[in-house]
C-alpha cells in the first residue's frame, strides 16, 4: 500500500469531506429513499431510482476518502526549510517568455487545486522544480508545449 504525502491542511480537508458525506450527505438521501418508496411500485420509481444512484455515490466517495486518509503520510511543512525545492514548497517562477509571475506550492494528489496555486508533486511542472534552487532555470514540457521558468524564490509556509 503506497503512502500518500500530504500537508496537514491537506489532511484536514480530506476529514471534513469525509465528515460531510458522512454525517450530512448520506441521511439527506436516505431520507430521499425514504419519501421516494412512499410514492409506490419501485420499478417505475424515478425518484427513488435516482436517490438509490446518489447513494452509490455517496458511498464510493467515503470509501475512496478512507483510504486516502488511511494512507495519508502527513508532512509538516513548517518544520521544512532549505534552500533545495522539495515536498511542500512554495515556488515563486517567472515564465522567461512572458515575464508573468506565478506562486506555486507543492502538496499531495489529493489537495491540488491549481485555482487555489496547489499543485501535485506528480506534477509535470513539480517533478521538474524538485531538486532545484533559487535562480535555477526550468524547462517544463506541457500539454500545451515547452515552457521556461526562473526560480526567483524558495519559501516554506
Known amino acids: 500500500m503506497d503512502k500518500i504525502p500530504m500537508t496537514a491542511a491537506g489532511y484536514a480537508a480530506l476529514e471534513e469531506q469525509l465528515r460531510q458525506c458522512q454525517q450530512i450527505e448520506?441521511?439527506?438521501?436516505?431520507?430521499?429513499?425514504?419519501?421516494?418508496?412512499t410514492h409506490g411500485?419501485?420499478?417505475?420509481?424515478?425518484?427513488?431510482?435516482?436517490?438509490?444512484?446518489a447513494q452509490s455515490l455517496n458511498e464510493g466517495h467515503i470509501a475512496e476518502l478512507e483510504?486516502?486518509?488511511?494512507r495519508a503520510e502527513v508532512i509538516d511543512v513548517s518544520?521544512?526549510?532549505?534552500?533545495?525545492?522539495?515536498?511542500?514548497?512554495?515556488?515563486?517562477l517567472?515564465?522567461?517568455?512572458?515575464?508573468?509571475k506565478s506562486v506555486w506550492q507543492i502538496v499531495g494528489e489529493p489537495e491540488a487545486d491549481a485555482k487555489k496555486g496547489k499543485i501535485s508533486?506528480?506534477?509535470?511542472?513539480?517533478?521538474?522544480?524538485v531538486g532545484k534552487k533559487k535562480g535555477a532555470q526550468v524547462?517544463?514540457?506541457?500539454?500545451?508545449?515547452?515552457?521556461?521558468?526562473e526560480v526567483v524564490?524558495?519559501?516554506w509556509k
Open 41 to 53: 411500485d419501485l420499478s417505475e420509481n424515478a425518484e427513488y431510482h435516482a436517490a438509490k444512484e
Open 121 to 129: 508533486v506528480t506534477s509535470p511542472l513539480a517533478r521538474a522544480l
Open 79 to 92: 518544520k521544512l526549510s532549505g534552500e533545495t525545492i522539495t515536498f511542500g514548497a512554495t515556488v515563486t
Open 94 to 100: 517567472i515564465d522567461e517568455d512572458t515575464e508573468k
Open 26 to 37: 448520506r441521511p439527506r438521501i436516505i431520507q430521499q429513499i425514504t419519501d421516494a418508496r
Open 139 to 149: 524547462e517544463v514540457v506541457t500539454p500545451g508545449g515547452a515552457k521556461a521558468y
Open 153 to 155: 524564490k524558495v519559501e
Open 67 to 70: 483510504d486516502k486518509l488511511a
